[in-house]
T-cell receptor, first 116, second 112 residues
Framework: GAVVSQHPSRVICKSGTSVKIECRSL??????MFWYRQFPKKSLMLMAT?????????EQGVEKDKFLINHASLTLSTLTVTSAHPEDSSFYIC????????????FGPGTRLTVL | GQQLNQSPQSMFIQEGEDVSMNCTSS?????WLWYKQDPGEGPVLLIA?????ELTSNGRLTAQFGITRKDSFLNISASIPSDVGIYFC????????????FGAGTTVTVRA
């Protein structure tokens, strides 16, 4: 399967600041990456689909101006949480599709965001 | 996304026991996936199922794609302490819709 990294693994920021999270596909060129959000003891919630070279597709209820996604290359997608507030504190996880096609998704290790 | 019903919500296991969990959906999926997530980490893919009726094994894990395409189960045989964690089922429609819909998860804990 694909190997996916995320950076940073943990970030603490002050309310009102912006935070950028990187998702890298280390051994696979991913035309599509996905961004998820997970609250404690809850399941994963898809936020957006990140498409290389084009605009991301956001799920209903996810503010695109709040969560900026850039997929500038086949190995890197970034999620920027703009003007972060405490309610944005969460576990953010990205995934990429596997080499066999879109059926399998391989996940990164996640980024824990805490907004004070 | 679609709503998946995963059960049980939690279970306690004793080493050596067999464990079973399942997922059902009101809609048809063309792919079922099972993941395991340890605390503070991303989900790890355990088994992928692509055809209705398919039965697939990965070591002590066995999963089946229900014949109606609306359900799937995962069995863990002869459980060991490192089997603890949260197990998620996920369904995918395919045919240009590659998003995953996740179940709520099954938390597996070792019985003291």
């Amino acid at each position: 399967g694909a190997v996916v990294s995320q950076h940073p693994s943990r970030v603490i920021c002050k309310s009102g600041t912006s935070v950028k999270i990187e998702c890298r596909s280390l051994d696979f060129q991913a035309t599509t990456m996905f961004w998820y959000r997970q609250f404690p003891k809850k399941s994963l919630m898809l936020m957006a689909t990140s498409n290389e070279g084009s605009k991301a597709t956001y799920e209903q209820g996810v503010e695109k101006d709040k969560f900026l996604i850039n997929h500038a290359s086949l190995t890197l997608s970034t999620l920027t949480v703009t003007s972060a507030h405490p309610e944005d504190s969460s576990f953010y996880i990205c995934s990429v599709t596997g080499t066999s096609g879109y059926n399998e998704q391989f996940f990164g290790p996640g980024t824990r965001l805490t907004v004070l | 996304g679609q709503q998946l019903n995963q059960s049980p919500q939690s279970m306690f296991i004793q080493e050596g026991e067999d464990v079973s969990m399942n997922c059902t959906s009101s809609s048809i999926f063309n792919t079922w996936l099972w993941y395991k997530q340890d605390p503070g980490e991303g989900p790890v893919l355990l088994i992928a199922l692509y055809k209705a009726g398919e039965l697939t094994s990965n070591g002590r894990l066995t999963a089946q794609f229900g014949i109606t395409r609306k359900d799937s189960f995962l069995n863990i045989s002869a459980s060991i302490p490192s089997d603890v964690g949260i197990y998620f089922c996920a369904g995918q429609l395919g045919s240009n819709d590659y998003k995953l819909s996740f179940g709520a998860g099954t938390t597996v804990t070792v019985r003291a």
